[in-house]
């Protein structure tokens, strides 16, 4: 399975709708590709607060237009990142985009867990509270987003649902760039999965990002890791890896807690 992340750069200097078309035009040059993945809030920029409300689209607006115009063109699975989302009955979501290489629509994830100690995203969007799963020809994807890699809980559930690729859509900041690296690989390993992560680079309001998106194997290998700017990562990987270490190393059939109520002394 060959897999495409495009860690892009957000600037304050290009306006969303440039970088609408610049990305749409990067994913069309993966074709070939099995599955494509673009990081969080990549129109607005994740720290950029004060953009959330103006930038807003309902699910069905133009980042959805274009990314689905691109994921047909290049015949490609998508993961179209996230998007700041406006419900009309509701608050605003931060709302990633999964879309199928005929350009359909094969699943929305609204981020569960916000960021921002009860400021930014924790107060201005509302929290997912489903997780979802993809399925793929060759492998299931798990979705999450960001904040959600510090809650292995989250990403438990996910395998539980059937998922053997995680997938990560980010905009983490360089100064916390070491935990980055470290927790992809601690959820790629304790979930005996791959791990796709993808990071935006740039400054989002001031706030340095960290680049660096990552592809992790089941046993915690890093098979590629992009540097700080602009890049697009390729890597192919054998999904069949997955089945293959959890029957050699079958620490998930030990597990104990959150699976059957506790033997009775």
Known sequence: MRASVIQIAVNEDESVEARRRRVAASVREQAGADLVVLPELWTTGAFAYEEFGREAEPLEGPTY???????????????????PERDPDGPLYNTSLVFSPSGDLAAAYRKIHRFGFDKGEAVLMGAGTELVTVRLPETTLGLSTCYDLRFPELFRGLVDAGAETLVVSAGWPERRRSHWTLLAQARAVENQSFLLA???????????????S???????????????????LTVEFDPGKVAATREQFPALKDRMLG???????
């Open 259 to 265: 699976l059957r109520p506790p033997r009775r002394p």
């Open 214 to 232: 990552i592809v992790v194997d089941p046993w915690g290998e890093v098979l590629a890791q992009a540097g700080a700017g602009e890049e697009v």
């Open 65 to 83: 237009e274009a990314m689905a115009k691109a994921a047909s063109d290049a015949g490609v699975w998508l993961h179209a990142g996230s998007i």
């Open 198 to 212: 993808c990071a935006t680079a740039g400054t989002h309001a001031g706030v340095p990002q960290a680049g660096h």
